[in-house]
């Protein structure tokens, strides 16, 4: 199990926005998310939240209840709260899948996302980590439109070999 969200490339914190490409240690707050196979990341990406929520607004409406009711349905919050609280060491948040609660040290496959102030790890609901089999149901529950807009945003982004990357799934990853 990775519990760091530095970039691979340089091994250092990310520092600019995949999108807009503004300093992430101006914006007041980014996420990073990250996608394992085999244990080895193929996938990895630090968005300033003016992006963040831009890309959400893209999709649909439709998507976002379906994606939210899919965590809120499968996640005690609660128990997460009491468990961790917002002190926690990062491991801790990503001991399990957010979803179904499966051991991460028995995974190959999953992804991570983590919220960041500035440089700071942002401790409560994140960090979280999906197994990939949540991640493939969680796909399945959005619509081709958003299914489309978020291939194409991967594209546009990471051109090149990164934009073939896929999930054993033959999805892309989403953002967590
Ligand atoms: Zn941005
Ligand atoms: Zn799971």
């Known amino acids: 199990m990775h519990e760091d969200f530095n970039s691979l490339e340089t091994g250092k914190p990310f520092t600019h926005c995949c999108t807009c490409d503004c300093l992430l240690s101006d914006a007041s707050i980014h996420v990073i998310n990250k996608s394992y196979v085999a244990h080895e990341c193929i996938f990895e ?81 994140f960090p979280i980590l999906m197994c990939s089999t949540c991640e493939e149901q969680l796909a399945e529950t959005i619509s081709d439109e958003t299914r489309n807009t978020w291939d194409k945003f991967i594209g546009e982004h990471f051109p090149g070999p990164p934009s073939e990357i896929k999930l054993p799934s033959g999805n892309k990853p989403l953002l967590l």
């Open 45 to 125: 990406l630090a968005m300033c939240m003016e992006c963040r929520e831009d890309m959400n607004s893209k999709l649909s409406e439709e998507s976002r209840v379906a994606m939210f009711d899919f965590m809120h349905d499968r996640t005690d919050m609660k128990k997460r709260e009491l468990e961790l609280g917002s002190d926690a060491e990062p491991a801790a948040y990503l001991k399990s899948c957010i979803t179904c609660g499966i051991d991460s040290t028995t995974l190959t496959n999953y992804s991570t996302g983590a919220m960041f102030s500035h440089q700071e790890l942002q401790k409560g609901p």
